[in-house]
């Protein structure tokens, strides 16, 4: 996986791909540390539960913070900068890519944050159970790697993300688990996959096998805004990560996400950020030499 940029001593085979860290195995190396440290797009799912101690973690641009109890889990694609490792802090963390999660036995809808949020509280007794669950894999992936069956980590993979699953939706009303969630988890691959494409909202519906107002209302169920509004986010989104990690004219930035006219671009990038390019561009600046 990318994640570690390079390959980790926990990838089992060519199908199963995942990995687990934790306190007792942590990064190798200093060097595998360091690279931890730099921002990148996501190549593999990751979730993070917390045994103790807090930390921020920074995905798309907005930063998210957890503590004692608390779990948080990222996708593939999202833009992260991870954390220092505070002294403190006790945790788990485990790491599979696409490869792996289709060789489970039923799909998480869980994992394309429908209800856009990215942490998940665990009551008591879940929370146990996912702790244990933790603890098995870590001691499955790092002590016994070489010792144990697939199928094994599979199943427990399975089950620690079908207490996710279940305590992700909670408190929603059974209705959001429903087909549309399906056709929604294909909308936002297709963003990812086009994005500097830009298809027009008709082309993304006909290719979904849905009129424009289905995809419409779909989309604002799962999500809360527009599908236009939900690509113009995700691109703004990818922008202010290469204006962050490149050093990109507006005109080669805009050409790069697919915008004919600099111009549009950079007014529509004041209009979702409340800056133009180079105001945000000097901020960024300001806050490095602080």
């Known amino acids: 996986m ?22 007792d195995n942590p990064y190798s190396s200093t060097d595998i540390q360091q690279k931890q440290l730099e921002p990148r ?3 593999s799912y990751f979730i993070v539960l917390i045994k103790s101690g807090s930390i921020t973690y920074n995905l798309d641009l907005q930063d998210i913070t957890i503590a004692d109890g608390d779990l948080l889990f ?6 992260f900068v991870p954390p220092a490792k ?6 788990f963390k485990v790491l599979f890519d696409e490869n792996t999660l289709a060789l489970l036995p039923q799909r998480f809808s869980f994992l394309v944050n429908p209800l856009n949020s990215q942490t998940i509280t665990l009551e008591s007794a879940a929370r146990e159970r996912v702790r244990k669950v933790f603890e098995i894999l870590n001691q499955i992936l790092y002590t016994d790697k070489h010792l144990t069956d697939s199928e094994i980590i599979l199943a427990y993979l399975n089950l620690l993300l079908s207490e996710l699953n279940s305590a992700y939706f909670k408190n929603e009303p059974i209705n959001i688990l429903n087909t549309n969630l399906s056709k929604f988890i294909e909308f936002k691959l297709m963003v990812e996959t086009h994005l500097t494409e830009q298809p027009s909202i008709n082309t993304i519906a006909e290719k979904l096998a849905l009129t424009t107002n289905s995809l419409y209302r779909l ?4 999500s809360g805004t527009s599908p236009k509004d939900f690509f113009t986010n ?33 007014r529509l990038f004041k209009k979702s950020t409340g800056k133009s390019v180079t105001q945000f561009v000097e901020s960024i600046q300001d806050l490095s030499s602080d």
């Open 41 to 43: 797009r996501l190549t």
């Open 74 to 79: 990222a996708m593939p694609n999202q833009i």
């Open 234 to 266: 995700r691109l703004m989104i990818e922008a202010q990560r290469k204006l962050r990690y490149s050093n990109l004219s507006v005109k080669e930035l805009a050409y790069e996400l697919g915008f004919n006219d600099p111009d549009y671009f950079s």
């Open 86 to 91: 505070t002294g403190n802090l006790k945790y």
């Open 219 to 222: 989309v604002k169920e799962n």
């Open 2 to 23: 990318q994640e570690t940029n390079g390959k980790s001593e926990n990838l089992l085979n060519d199908k199963l791909r995942i990995e687990i860290n934790s306190n």
